[in-house]
């Protein structure tokens, strides 16, 4: 991809994507978008009137042909009703499929950082990839998806893995929004909470944990085979404590109460879906019910919580900040009755 680029572009579809306010905010964006959308052949402005003649010419072309049609009332070309099948069927394969594109590139850009202090680029294998891709997404909620991915990968270049790119195409719409829903209960970026024993006090229904590991964003889920993850012992104001945490909240408990080690039942999270949480939904500020949340954990630690070794009646916690790693308001607190 080559600087100094004049980006007077806008693109007409059933929405514009002009490039001159990208060019005005960041050069950087500016030329990356270019480049998904004209290729590294095509990416540099000069060239367009080349293109144009170009174009012309094929267009005048398949009038003398027979395969187009010129109106003169609306000065535009129609396809001839009696032109090859294969031919518009081709064309219209690939109108759809730089439509797609382009929407997922609208969606990318209220979420791109214009202003980060960086001159890396994401690759173009990463790029190439990327458009291959979303050229065969269709579906809304789905190219919000890969909108924001490629918005991750252009604020923080050459952090996202190829790999993840082959996972996170197989989602489907239901798999999306199912992963969306139950990003509330990730914990600590690595696992999801389990929702629970007692049917009327679940967190979210177990079918939806089957989603997920139907859809590879889990890496196991047998009802009744349940797995534990330790709270983490770590520093806050020079006390020692444990906490969890989701990517609103954390919760602790100090080190000099606990003789046995709080646990919740978890379930790890993909390389795939770890990738979906860190680089688009940790970033979401969903709500969360705490009491709700907390009760489920409580629940699944009645005998250590219940311990007369331990010597807490009180779970402290407070809203989170998960990219800075900070407590964002006042400590609130939780009795254990």
């Known amino acids: ?3 100094k680029l004049n980006f007077n572009v806008k693109l007409k579809t059933n929405f514009d994507i002009s490039l001159k306010p990208i060019m005005e905010k960041s050069a950087r964006v500016a030329e990356i978008v270019s480049y998904l959308i004209f290729g590294n052949k095509l ?11 170009a174009q012309n010419e094929v267009d005048k072309k398949n009038i003398l042909s027979g395969k187009n049609t010129y109106d003169l009332d609306t000065n535009h070309l129609s396809i001839n009703p009696e032109r090859n099948l294969i031919e518009v069927l081709a064309e219209t394969i690939k109108t759809d499929e730089t439509i797609n594109i382009l929407k997922c590139i609208e969606n990318s850009l209220k979420y791109i950082n214009y202003k980060a202090d960086t001159d890396n680029k994401p690759s173009e294998d990463f790029l190439n990839k990327w458009r291959n891709e979303a050229k065969l997404i269709a579906d809304e909620t789905l190219k919000d998806i890969w909108g924001r991915i490629l918005a991750e990968e252009i604020n923080n270049p050459n952090t996202l893995p190829l ?7 197989n989602l489907s719409k239901f798999e999306a929004e199912c992963f969306d829903k139950l990003s509330t209960f990730i914990l600590n970026g690595d696992c999801i909470l389990d929702p629970g024993r007692d049917n009327n006090r ?8 089957i ?10 889920y047998t009802p009744g085979i349940y797995l534990t993850s330790h709270w983490i012992q770590t520093t806050l104001n020079d006390n020692k404590i444990y906490s969890i945490a989701n990517s609103t909240h954390i919760f602790f408990i100090y080190e000099k109460d606990v003789i046995e080690i709080p646990t919740v039942t978890t379930w790890p999270l993909t390389q795939a879906a770890k990738t979906i949480y860190s680089s688009i939904l940790m970033k979401e500020k969903k709500p969360l019910d705490v009491d709700h949340l907390l009760s489920n954990i409580l629940e699944q630690n009645k ?4 311990s007369k070794q331990n010597n807490f009646n009180k779970i402290y916690y407070g809203k989170w900040d998960p990219i800075k790693k900070k407590i964002t308001s006042e400590i609130e607190v939780y009795s254990i009755k």
């Open 163 to 169: 790999r993840a790119l082959d996972q996170i195409r």
């Open 303 to 306: 005998f250590r919580f219940g």
């Open 1 to 3: 991809m080559k600087k």
């Open 202 to 209: 679940l967190l979210f229904r177990r079918e939806e944990l």
């Open 43 to 53: 990416a540099k402005s000069e060239r367009m009137k080349i293109l144009s003649d």
């Open 211 to 220: 989603c997920l590991r139907d859809a590879g964003l889990i890496t196991h």
